[in-house]
């Protein structure tokens, strides 16, 4: 009888381990989707696509430049409130080609939240105008996963870009 009790228990746990590393795979998954689509619809001028992978319009999205720290009151810190509206307006509204590259990307969740952190440079005409790190926070929604808070750092390229001919 003991044998029996010892066995279910360990099919048990075994099916809820295997249970759990798929929803774990599923969700990651999931979150690369949503990082390849905020990659794409900036490469394509996606306005519409990229408005649908955030929370809401209100979402937190802070910038810090480091270089633009002088001081300690707030409009010295180097930290540049702005919205993903606004980041997205002017991409659409550029004639440039704008591109946001990702690597090294770490993504921890619980199938709930999770949080997103990734080495990043943004090129613009193929000029690596800046770089830096970025995080995100996501939750997952009915609607699937989206981004609720945006923080990223900002070292300017110190070499000015090509001249246009």
Known sequence: ???????????MTFSSILYANERQENALEEINEVIEAFRVSIIEKDEVRF???????SIPWLGVLGHKR???????????????????????STEEEVEEKFWDIKILTDNEIASVHFKYSLH???????????????????????????????TKNPEPPPEKI
Do not use: C
Request: net charge positive; charged share 15%.
């Open 51 to 57: 408005q649908r992978l955030f929370y809401d319009k």
């Open 1 to 11: 009888m003991k044998i029996k009790i010892m066995i279910a228990t360990f099919i």
């Open 124 to 154: 613009i005409d193929g000029y690596k105008n800046n770089w830096g790190d970025e995080a995100w926070h996501l939750v997952k929604t009915g609607d699937g996963w989206k981004i609720s808070s945006v923080v990223y750092s900002v």
């Open 70 to 92: 002088s001081g300690t009151l707030p409009s010295q810190l180097g930290v540049g409130p702005g919205s993903y509206v606004q980041f997205i307006s002017w991409i659409v």
